[in-house]
């Protein structure tokens, strides 16, 4: 079955501690990213990641850090995590946009993260 | 990406079909319509996209007018797990970062 999976699902962790969300996709797409969703802000991108080794800022990337050494993995680090990183957050996956119709993106089941 | 207008809220009734608007007055002849759907606090889910033409699947119907400045997604017979926020996204697909820009979206209440 074609899915992308999130580990863990739900995290509890305290300020400072240093935590990594994983994202694994099993249908050999190129493009991989992490969304964050807040209440009254929706869903804002965090890292995107065109390839392997090749990763670059979305709209709200102070905080995380992400790494793609497979094509198939981009986990999400929070080196340092404050109170403001709660958030419930999604990892998304697609083919490269150049072919209009494989363009969809599939998105993980969510983790959502507290920091106390 | 162009941006897009959809109403907060809608209902339907169950069986009954939902047509769910968006306005895109500013689209770009590049630019295609998406739809995705999130249940409760799920991960978004593709439905379907188009650029001009309309378009079925087998979740739904996508109509674009003529002058592709507005569209409506059709859910032909609404269930009660249809139920959830359904997001209108304009993307241009030449040279794109990939990013999806999430609006408020249309939360669509389905009911018995």
């Known amino acids: 079955e074609a899915q992308v999976t999130q580990n863990p699902r739900y995290l509890i962790t305290v300020t400072g501690k240093k935590l990594t969300v994983t994202c694994s996709q099993n249908?050999?797409?190129?493009?991989m990213s992490w969304y964050r969703q807040d209440p009254g802000l929706g869903l804002r991108q965090i890292y995107y990641?065109?390839?392997?080794?090749?990763?670059d800022k979305g709209d709200v990337p102070e905080g995380y850090k992400v790494s793609r050494k497979e094509k198939r993995n981009f986990p999400l680090i929070l080196e340092s995590p404050s109170p403001n990183q709660t958030s419930l957050y999604f990892c998304a996956s697609s083919f490269w946009v150049g072919a209009a119709e494989k363009t969809e993106a599939f998105f993980g089941q969510g983790t959502r993260l507290t920091v106390v | 990406d162009a941006k897009t207008t959809q109403p907060t809220s809608m209902d339907c009734a169950e069986g009954r079909a939902a047509n769910l608007p968006c306005n895109h007055s500013t689209i770009s002849g590049n630019e295609y319509v998406y739809w995705y759907r999130q249940i409760h606090s799920q991960g978004p889910q593709y439905i379907i996209h188009g650029l001009k033409n309309n378009e079925t699947n087998e979740m739904a119907s996508l109509i674009i007018t003529e002058d592709r400045k507005s569209s409506t997604l059709i859910l032909p017979h609404a269930t009660l797990r249809d139920t959830a926020v359904y997001y209108c996204i304009v993307r241009d697909l030449s040279g794109n970062t990939g990013k999806l820009i999430f609006g408020q979206g249309t939360t669509l209440q389905v009911k018995p």
């Open positions: 990641s065109m390839n392997v080794e090749v990763t």
């Open positions: 249908m050999n797409h190129e493009y």
